[in-house]
């Protein structure tokens, strides 16, 4: 049951560019009907450079949080206040918190991805992986890989941004795309944490290179069968979109936001309908 907004409902959305694709208000407004409670959650489209305004009026209208998508990772970790302890060593965030003026910075992508690894049955304990991607969503990847035992590569188009994820995430390694292909010949795992894909673009790295028994992630879910997606599936390999990981961070941030447990079977059955 969807309650009426009046002026007691609290308020909370995304911000993003682009933004008006996101399945996160059906998500997120679906728990809260599931459990009652007067909140509603809106996309903001918000275009890069402007993170820090954007983040002043959650903190001047009073806005609960935001999840924070692309382009606004980086950028949202300087504007807080305060940075959760995996926000602060990525410096980057996907949620910020509104406590009272007061604006809170976490990352719940890397336990998004690996929650989403798990529906799929893929244990990255010991599995060589390569994260193509150096931005906040690579970069929280990368960590909860290297945290849960995988051995990790981050592959990006400037060397220099690489290494300083690899140097987050410690024990990774990285690579620019000169030597991707080599790489990803030898993984068990490969995620796309770039955009490439939402608009139809070819990955960046040829599918066809890849070891029969990779399992290939990409974040992107929109839309849900990208080339990269689309050209693993005619070779026979097991993969995924990015729709879990956004599920299973969506838990996260709402048992964060609200303080109550998530619905989880309703937010994710939100998801799949929307």
């Given at each position: ?100 003026g007061f604006l809170v910075g976490e990352s719940t992508d890397g336990a998004g991805f690996l929650?989403?690894l798990a529906d799929e049955g893929v244990e ?151």
């Amino acid at each position: 049951m969807t309650r009426p907004v009046g002026g007691a409902t609290r308020v909370a959305g995304v911000i993003g560019d682009p933004v008006r694709h996101s399945r996160s208000p059906a998500i997120h407004n679906a728990g809260y009907a599931a459990l009652g409670l007067d909140w509603v959650f809106v996309a903001f489209p918000v275009p890069a450079g402007a993170t820090t305004t954007a983040l002043e009026g959650v903190r001047g209208l009073g806005i609960s949080g935001v999840s924070v998508t692309m382009p606004h990772k980086t950028d949202a970790a300087v504007v807080c206040d305060a940075l959760g302890p995996t926000a602060d060593a990525l410096g980057a965030v996907n949620l910020v918190l509104n406590r009272d003026g007061f604006l809170v910075g976490e990352s719940t992508d890397g336990a998004g991805f690996l929650g989403s690894l798990a529906d799929e049955g893929v244990e990255p304990r010991g599995v060589s992986a390569v994260v193509v991607g150096s931005g906040g969503a690579g970069r929280s990847i990368a960590l909860a890989l290297v945290e849960a035992g995988a051995s990790v590569t981050i592959a990006g188009r400037h060397r220099a941004r690489a290494e300083s994820a690899a140097t987050l995430a410690e024990g990774a390694r990285a690579i620019d795309l000169s030597t991707l292909e080599r790489d990803v010949a030898g993984a068990g795992l490969v995620v796309n944490a770039t955009p490439l894909g939402m608009q139809g673009e070819p990955p960046s790295f040829s599918v066809a290179s890849l070891a029969d028994g990779c399992f290939v992630y990409d974040t992107v879910y929109h839309p849900l069968e990208t080339p990269l997606l689309a050209q693993a599936r005619a070779r026979g390999l097991r993969c995924a979109n990015g729709l879990g990981m956004l599920v299973h961070q969506a838990y996260v941030s709402f048992e964060l936001l609200t303080g109550h447990e998530a619905p989880r079977a309703a937010m994710a059955q939100a998801a799949t309908r929307e």
